[in-house]
């Protein structure tokens, strides 16, 4: 549980399950989304300390000419190298995480989204009262990440690898939104109804 005193509900899922879609419905209807691709993006913001060590470490070729993070060679970079990932993780998850918390300290909300991608993975669940997983098929996810991802079908995969298997990230789950239909008038009334659900659990 988080002592943060506010209810925190953890939305993850795998790429292409459509995360994105289902937090934007929940932020329709006033809820505060904090995103954990976006605190990421925070903590190396141009002249940030946490950018600065990265160059020190792998090289100024790994900063682009504008001063942000070139993270195509980055990510090209930790996906073939187990430590320099691990060297990354430990330098960015902690702000990462800090950044999130203050974030759920100034929601306004009577409870708030964390969207996290790597939720289970980054062992986020401290974090949150409950998961809620959006769950797709894997032939799915694929199909869905390659139309909207500029990466390729072999990378996409690769992704999936990387992540939980959905059978065991469907075990942490509190709540599910089955999301394989494509049908966004089914998918708002299960938003509806979670809103309701989450509600109460903040008003209690």
């Not at 209810?7 to 809820?31: E, H, R, Y």
């Not at 469907?170 to 309701?196: E, F, G, P």
């Amino acid at each position: 549980m988080n002592n943060t005193k506010k209810v925190v509900i953890g939305l993850t899922g795998g790429i292409g399950s459509g995360k994105t879609t289902i937090a934007n419905f929940f932020a329709d209807l006033g809820i505060d989304i904090i995103d954990a691709d976006i605190a990421a993006r925070k903590v190396v913001e141009p002249k940030s300390s946490a950018l600065g060590r990265i160059s020190q470490h792998f090289g100024p070729q790994f900063i682009q000419a504008d001063g942000t993070l070139n993270r195509p060679l980055l990510r090209s970079r930790i996906f073939s190298n187990d430590t320099d990932k691990l060297w990354l993780n430990n330098l960015l998850h902690p702000l990462i995480r800090q950044t999130m918390l203050n974030e759920i300290q100034q929601s306004q909300s009577p409870y708030c989204l964390l969207v996290a991608p790597l939720l289970i993975e980054n062992n986020l669940q401290s974090l949150v009262q409950r998961i809620l997983v959006i769950d797709i098929s894997e032939v799915e996810q694929i199909k869905r990440a390659v139309l909207r991802d500029p990466s390729s079908k072999e990378e996409i995969i690769r992704i999936i690898a990387s992540q939980i298997p959905r059978k065991q990230r469907l075990k942490y789950a509190d709540d599910i939104i089955d999301n394989s239909k494509s049908d966004l008038s089914i998918i708002k009334d299960s938003v509806i109804k979670l809103d309701q659900k989450y509600h109460n659990l903040a008003s209690n």
